[in-house]
């Protein structure tokens, strides 16, 4: 309560401080909150430096720290024993070599998850002791061959082995790192007897980032588990905002909201409620027409900003066929587009952080980008 009460109240002095400010405004709505000061905008390292190593590993979340990352993310789930592991999702095909161990064949199944039928190995049907005798595997093979020269090097590691990375990379860098974790389906986890809320926390608070001022952010694209969250921790939360569907907790109580739905002010204001944030997908902000070209922004960046809500827009990345046609360069959907352009559009636009898979542009772009706004207007 005391968590909701600070951040109803610091989203109405913010709505006061903003309603008279232009959209030009970039990060004063976040620095106005008194729990936190999130300066600049934030460069989160998606799932790692996903875009040159196989994603969500020790040496992905390292690399995208020696580019200078603000943050690294951390997508969670559930082993069959209640420990949580770094993994986009609970099915285990697509990033690890499960396929390749003949002991292993008899636990590939058949599971609903989040509505959906899934066929193939499954982090909750194995224990910590098994799931690390697996190796890591680059997801997108055919759009970044260059990052399969890792296949079958890296485990799976768990949150508590990347919180200690994080330790020990900001010893080495003198630089703080920030932790963005995700909990990945996480009412299918509590319908299975393994709830992640109290284990993310728990790994936290182990190594001491489970307090206020911690540089830590938890997000989800569902809304009940941040709600329950919200009432165990002081720490800012995030929630997610895809540009289809709606989250998964609510289609299966019946709610009829999507995501879209809430993009709204009205829902803004609920989720202000007990978020610091929200994280919408790229397209929700600067959206493309049906052709794949930019349109006019959404007015989302400033109606979040009037709520008290920063903004960290998913997911930037350098391959052509990810980004709006006004960022590509030449024809091939795998070749390198103009991601510094892109990304310093979303700059223009207001948002204070951004999740791409090649943290070192980012950075760079982020810096061109302050030297623009400092230069004086000819
Ligand atoms: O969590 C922000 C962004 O990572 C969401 O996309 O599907 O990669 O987790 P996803
Ligand atoms: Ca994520």
């Known amino acids: 309560?005391?968590?909701?009460?600070?951040?109803?109240?610091?989203?109405?002095?913010?709505?006061?401080?903003?309603?008279?400010?232009?959209?030009?405004?970039?990060?004063?709505?976040?620095?106005?909150?008194?729990?936190?000061?999130?300066?600049?905008?934030?460069v989160i390292a998606h799932r790692g430096a996903s875009g040159y190593r196989p994603e969500h590993t020790l040496e992905a979340y390292r690399?995208?720290?020696?580019?200078?990352?603000?943050?690294?993310?951390?997508?969670?789930?559930?082993?069959?024993?209640?420990?949580?592991?770094?993994?986009?999702?609970?099915?285990?095909?697509?990033?690890?070599?499960?396929?390749?161990?003949p002991e292993f064949a008899d636990r590939r199944t058949t599971k609903t998850i989040d509505g959906e039928p899934v066929t193939g190995w499954f982090s909750e049907d194995f224990t910590l002791a098994e799931?690390?005798?697996?190796?890591?595997?680059?997801?997108?093979?055919?759009?970044?061959?260059?990052?399969?020269?890792?296949?079958?090097?890296?485990?799976?590691?768990?949150?508590?082995?990347?919180?200690?990375?994080?330790?020990?990379?900001?010893?080495?860098?003198g630089r703080r790192i920030g932790v963005y974790p995700e909990t990945k389906h996480p009412s299918y986890f509590s319908s299975i007897g393994l709830p992640m809320e109290r284990p993310l926390l728990a790994s936290l608070r182990r190594h001491g980032m489970d307090r206020p001022g911690s540089k830590v952010f938890l997000q989800s694209f569902e809304t009940t588990n941040l709600r329950q969250l919200n009432?165990?921790?002081?720490?800012?939360?995030?929630?997610?905002?895809?540009?289809?569907?709606?989250?998964?907790?609510?289609?299966?109580?019946?709610?009829?909201?999507?995501y879209s739905d809430l993009t709204t002010r009205r829902e803004l204001r609920r989720i202000a409620r007990y978020a610091d944030g929200i994280g919408p997908h790229k397209d929700l902000v600067l959206p493309r027409d049906e052709a794949g070209?930019?349109?006019?922004?959404s007015t989302l960046v400033r109606d979040a900003h009037r709520k008290g809500l920063v903004v960290h827009v998913f997911t930037l990345r350098i391959?052509?066929?990810?980004?709006?046609?006004?960022?590509?360069?030449?024809?091939d959907p795998n070749a390198p587009g103009n991601l510094s352009a892109e990304i310093q559009a979303f700059l223009d636009a207001g948002i204070d952080g951004l999740f791409t898979d090649n943290p070192d542009v980012a950075v760079s772009a982020h810096e061109d980008w302050q030297l623009h706004q400092e230069q004086p207007a000819a």
Request: charged residues 20%; aromatic residues 4%; glycine residues 4%.
């Open 1 to 42: 309560m005391v968590a909701t009460l600070g951040k109803t109240c610091a989203a109405l002095l913010l709505a006061l401080l903003t309603t008279s400010l232009t959209t030009s405004l970039t990060v004063a709505p976040a620095a106005a909150d008194p729990r936190h000061s999130y300066g600049e905008p934030l």
């Open 63 to 101: 690399l995208a720290i020696q580019m200078g990352a603000d943050y690294i993310e951390p997508d969670l789930v559930s082993t069959k024993d209640g420990v949580l592991v770094a993994r986009h999702e609970n099915f285990l095909d697509d990033t690890t070599d499960v396929a390749q161990h």
């Open 131 to 173: 799931l690390k005798t697996l190796r890591a595997k680059e997801r997108l093979p055919l759009v970044r061959p260059a990052n399969t020269q890792y296949d079958g090097q890296f485990e799976v590691p768990t949150l508590d082995e990347v919180l200690a990375l994080v330790k020990t990379e900001q010893r080495h860098t």
């Open 231 to 258: 009432a165990m921790t002081r720490l800012p939360i995030i929630q997610l905002l895809d540009a289809s569907g709606a989250p998964w907790d609510l289609e299966s109580t019946g709610d009829p909201r999507t």
């Open 293 to 297: 070209n930019l349109t006019d922004p």
């Open 319 to 331: 391959e052509n066929q990810f980004m709006a046609n006004d960022f590509r360069v030449g024809e």
